[in-house]
């Protein structure tokens, strides 16, 4: 799967939806980054929460599993290769539908943080929504409610202290450029994700997380 990543990294280095929003800004400032904040980026993609972080003042180290990324470490979100409580704070954002072990990962960055975890990513909105994911990228593992969000956080023994719901949105055709879903898949993918898509724009429902380590 990191295989198919590196061959992606351009294209979402570029990403408007990626480069900006409202939850972009939330998870920056919920890691509340500063000259002696140290902050691990897991999953950094095109490294826009890394950017905006280090624009803050922060030390920011990355992990990704792709090489393509480039990031400052290769490594899976379930394995991460550093000693507990190693980093102030742990980000994650619209990466965590894609892991193999959800679970395991929320446990890592709980593992490796010191004070807090920060999770964004997209949410469940139904089983056909879930089809159109994984028709369109094959590496789309599951999109999780608030619910289970709060159960990975309870059983990774982190409180949730912060907590927002929002609707991001992107452009349905660069989503599906972004990823090189085959022109033959389109038509059904649009199909499964009826009423989700407005003036060619996609909605995303998205929460945002911080959670605390248990004192
Ligand atoms: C949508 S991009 C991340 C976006 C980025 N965090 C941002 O805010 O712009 C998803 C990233 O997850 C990485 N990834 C996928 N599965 C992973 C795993 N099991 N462990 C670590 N990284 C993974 C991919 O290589 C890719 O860089």
């Given amino acids: 799967m990191s295989d198919l990543w590196s061959d992606r990294a351009?294209?979402?280095?570029?990403?408007?939806?990626?480069?900006?929003?409202?939850?972009?800004?939330?998870?920056v400032e919920w890691c509340e980054p500063g000259p002696d904040v140290t902050v691990l980026d897991v999953a950094t993609g095109g490294g826009h929460v890394a950017r905006r972080l280090r624009d803050?003042?922060?030390q920011v180290v990355t992990v990704d599993a792709a090489p393509g990324m480039e990031p400052d470490v290769i490594a899976p979100a379930d394995h991460l290769p550093f000693a507990d409580a190693s980093f102030d704070a742990?980000?994650?954002?619209?990466?965590?539908?894609h892991?193999?072990?959800?679970?395991?990962?929320?446990?890592e960055m709980a593992r490796v943080?010191?004070?807090?975890?920060?999770?964004?990513?997209?949410?469940?909105?139904?089983?056909?929504?879930?089809?159109?994911?994984?028709?369109?990228?094959?590496?789309?593992?599951?999109?999780y409610g608030?619910?289970?969000?709060?159960?990975?956080?309870?059983?990774?023994?982190?409180?949730?202290?912060?907590?927002?719901?929002?609707?991001?949105?992107t452009?349905?055709?660069?989503?599906?450029?972004?990823?090189?879903?085959?022109?033959?898949?389109?038509?059904?993918?649009?199909?499964?994700?009826?009423?989700?898509?407005?003036d060619g724009r996609l909605t995303l429902p998205t929460v945002v997380l911080k959670?605390?380590?248990?004192?």
């Avoid at 742990?90 to 539908?97: D, K, L, N, P, T």
């Fill in 56 to 58: 803050a003042g922060a």
């Fill in 146 to 169: 608030v619910a289970e969000w709060h159960s990975f956080f309870e059983l990774a023994r982190l409180r949730v202290a912060d907590e927002a719901t929002m609707v991001r949105d």
């Fill in 113 to 143: 943080a010191r004070h807090r975890v920060v999770i964004c990513d997209n949410t469940f909105t139904s089983e056909s929504a879930e089809e159109a994911d994984r028709l369109r990228d094959p590496s789309h593992v599951r999109n």
């Fill in 10 to 27: 351009q294209a979402y280095r570029d990403s408007a939806t990626h480069a900006g929003g409202d939850d972009l800004d939330l998870v």
């Fill in 171 to 198: 452009d349905f055709e660069d989503w599906l450029a972004r990823t090189e879903t085959p022109d033959a898949d389109r038509p059904r993918i649009s199909e499964l994700l009826d009423g989700r898509i407005h």
């Fill in 99 to 107: 892991f193999p072990d959800v679970l395991a990962a929320v446990r």
């Fill in 211 to 215: 959670g605390l380590k248990a004192a």
């Fill in 90 to 97: 742990v980000a994650c954002r619209i990466a965590a539908h």
